[in-house]
């Protein structure tokens, strides 16, 4: 049996600004279950880190506000709790890390300081013992020269190595479910590639779930089980890693994947699907992808399309899914273009 | 054989490191350290490597718009390194620049017609021929003239690429250096541009400089393609070579480090330990020799030449070097 550990049902979170209400997030549900790495996946703005920054409420207030929706971690409603409940379980049961880890390191204090104090808030331990914590996180997370390293600035490291140390405090506290925005985008390949096995031997060895926010497709080959396209503030699609990327459904997802150069294929022309992302806005009418769809018919224009199931955990936000013809001309055409 | 359209010889650009109270030298970054490569007319040339091996330095130096420490930069046989201001900027007309982030290298206070026309301005032409050729360049470049009247906040970051690159084509340029044209840019909109620049460069027999960290984008639109690390280049062949038979550890270890968005290719990965060295105190010998996995005696003491291993395959290093005698 699955054991869901985080569920997101039906957020909405919003921005409230001078040029009106932005829906960033419009009515997203996602599942976490235990031990699993979900891979949210999709084009800038598309609301995927203030998805995540919802969860733990760390969405700036004002102009953001969540609107809506529930999120649950181990059934317990994380948007009622209390602030010291919430401080309790960040960190301690969900952990974050972001991007840029120069903004979540304390530029003031050493890394030892900091991974010891990460530690301390949640684990009553002394503080010798959590130095002594604090340089295994360091070795794990493969920081050379670790003891010298605590005694270091976040300014004195690279950005492979800020990242890691990010990572080692993350996992210090042996959190159930790790939540990472964007964790190697600003890092080289290599690094990257470091810092992915890093984070699959911890989902190995200590079972810990990962929520994967990432707008690289490959990224998400790597390391992730099961994946969410975002569109515009919605889920449009959602299924296993292997379903989204060798079939998927969506005329989004299918143009995404079309659109990336590949390594492993031989000279192809690129597929570009014409137009760019919408900003979010209220009160659209029809599918949001409209405007970029090559599919597009009456019914796009007039009707918001429902998150279709197509089975099991699969779901696709499209009408060609509840129209069969439609659907079969579609897949037809996507191989005359794919040749 | 075809006469080269650019030849890099031995090119250098080291930059001081000032410190203390009086600002004095107290040593220097060799950001880019004996380069030599030479680029056929309508060639896409790729130029990849990590943050800071000194691909844009390499670029900035070949155009002039940093002063090269040394070496030769030969453009249609003429050495331009000795060229006076005046002769260069009429140069400029034949070499130009696209940089990756599109918003800062537009003047936010110009009109997308300003931008544009202002390198039209040594040629005397008439305001209205201006006009004219701005409305052509905007529709080659995929947006219409009436864009002509906007500034470049109201444009999304792939449609300020646009504008760079009609820019760029405003005087007919034979080669056009792309600093990470398209780094900044969402996937479904780096497609469009990347078509848009192989379209043009088959349009108006364009010669390209790619340079771009993403091995899967310069793979793509490239011909050849060098691979940088702390300030040299390692390797340089076409581009099937490249991928199909990486020579260089460091090549390889970069291929395999870039993650294939299919789940049905499991593919044998290495990793490098640790980070890229800073380039102000490289390592003796090899400069990869720190990182290498293949990592010999010789390779900590002496430095591997740049030399051709195969037909077109150049690399620097000792498992190749001295092979072909
Ligand atoms: N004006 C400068 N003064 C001093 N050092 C510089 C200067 N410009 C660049 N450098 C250094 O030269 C090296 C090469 O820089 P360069 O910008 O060419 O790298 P790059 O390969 O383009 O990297 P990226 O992928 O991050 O753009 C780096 O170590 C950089 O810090
Ligand atoms: N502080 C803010 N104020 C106003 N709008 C915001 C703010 N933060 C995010 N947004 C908007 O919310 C949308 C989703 O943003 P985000 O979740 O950051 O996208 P991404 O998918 O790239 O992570 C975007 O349109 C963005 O402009
Ligand atoms: S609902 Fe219509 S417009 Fe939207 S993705 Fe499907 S076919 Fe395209
Ligand atoms: S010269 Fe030596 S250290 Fe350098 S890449 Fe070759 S084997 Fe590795
Ligand atoms: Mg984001
Ligand atoms: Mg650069």
Not at chain 2, 178 to 195: F, H, R, T, Y
Request: glycine fraction near 8%; include cysteine.
């Amino acid at each position: 049996m699955t054991e869901a550990i985080l569920k997101i049902t039906d957020l909405q979170t919003h921005f409230f600004t001078d040029n009106g209400e932005i829906p960033a997030v419009d009515g997203v549900s996602i599942t976490v279950n235990k031990g699993e790495v979900v891979g949210i996946v999709g084009e800038s703005g598309c609301g995927k880190s203030v998805t995540s920054l919802s969860i733990m409420q760390l969405v700036p207030s004002p102009p953001g506000k969540i609107v809506g929706g529930a999120i649950q971690y181990k059934g317990e409603d994380l948007l009622t709790a209390s602030k010291k409940r919430i401080k309790d379980i960040r960190g301690n049961e969900i952990s974050m890390i972001f991007q840029e880890p120069m903004t979540s390191l304390d530029p003031l204090f050493t890394i030892g300081n900091q991974i010891r104090e990460a530690i301390r808030i949640h684990q009553k331990i002394s503080k010798k013992e959590a130095s002594r914590k604090s340089i295994e996180m360091l070795k794990l997370v493969g920081i050379p020269r670790a003891e010298e390293v605590m005694n270091d600035y976040p300014h004195q490291l690279s950005g492979g190595m800020r990242q890691r140390v990010m990572i080692a405090i993350a996992m210090a506290c042996e959190p159930e479910i790790l939540i990472a925005d964007e964790p190697t985008t600003a890092l080289d390949v290599t690094i990257q590639a470091q810092i992915l096995d890093l984070m699959k031997k911890l989902n190995k060895e200590k079972n810990t779930a990962i929520l994967m926010i990432t707008h690289d497709l490959g990224v998400v080959a790597d390391i992730c089980d099961r994946v969410i396209v975002m569109y515009a503030g919605q889920v449009v699609e959602e299924g296993t890693t292997r379903e989204i990327l060798k079939d998927p459904s969506h005329p989004y997802t299918k143009g995404l994947i079309r659109s990336i150069p590949k390594l492993h294929e031989k000279d192809q022309k690129l597929y570009s699907i014409p137009g760019t992302v919408p900003k979010p806005k209220l009160g659209v009418v029809g599918c949001r992808f409209k405007d970029r769809c090559e599919f597009a018919h009456d019914r796009c224009f007039s009707d918001s399309p429902e998150l279709f199931s197509l089975g099991n955990s699969r779901h696709s936000r499209c009408f060609l899914i509840d129209d069969p013809e439609r659907k079969v001309a579609q897949d037809a055409a996507a191989n005359i273009g794919s040749q | 054989m075809q006469q080269p359209i650019l030849e890099v010889n031995n090119l250098k650009k080291y930059f001081d490191i000032r410190g203390g109270v009086f600002g004095k030298k107290v040593g220097e970054v060799k950001a880019v350290d004996d380069v030599s490569f030479s680029v056929n007319p309508g060639e896409i040339l790729g130029i990849v490597g990590e943050s800071g091996c000194g691909k844009s330095t390499t670029g900035k130096s070949i155009l002039r718009l940093i002063e090269p420490s040394d070496g030769e930069v030969k453009f249609e046989g003429q050495d331009i390194t000795k060229l006076n201001a005046e002769s260069m900027r009429k140069l400029r007309r034949d070499m130009q620049i696209i940089f990756q982030d599109p918003y800062a290298s537009l003047n936010p206070r110009h009109t997308v017609e300003k931008i544009i026309s202002e390198p039209l301005l040594i040629h005397g032409m008439s305001k209205q021929e201006r006009k004219s050729r701005v409305k052509e360049l905007l529709e080659v470049v995929g947006l219409s003239s009436y864009h002509a009247s906007r500034y470049p906040h109201q444009f999304s970051g792939g449609q300020r690429q646009r504008i760079g690159i009609a820019r760029a084509l405003a005087n007919n340029p034979k080669l056009i250096i792309c600093d990470e044209p398209v780094s900044a840019l969402d996937v479904s909109v780096q497609s469009q541009i990347l078509n848009l620049m192989e379209g043009l460069r088959d349009q108006f027999n364009l010669t390209y400089i790619f340079i771009a960290h993403d091995l899967s984008v310069v793979k793509h639109i490239s011909d050849r393609v060098g691979v940088m690390y702390l300030g040299r280049l390692v390797e340089l062949t076409d581009k099937d070579s490249l991928y199909d038979d990486p020579k260089h550890p460091y090549t390889k270890a970069l291929l395999s480090a870039v993650p294939l968005p299919d789940p049905d290719i499991e593919k044998e990965r290495i990793i490098l330990e640790g980070d890229v060295p800073s380039p102000s105190n490289p390592p003796t010998g090899c400069a990869f020799h720190t990182r290498c996995p293949m990592a010999m005696e010789i390779c900590k003491n002496i430095r591997p030449n740049f030399e051709q291993v195969e037909v077109n395959h150049f690399v620097a290093c000792h498992l190749y070097n001295g092979a072909e005698q």
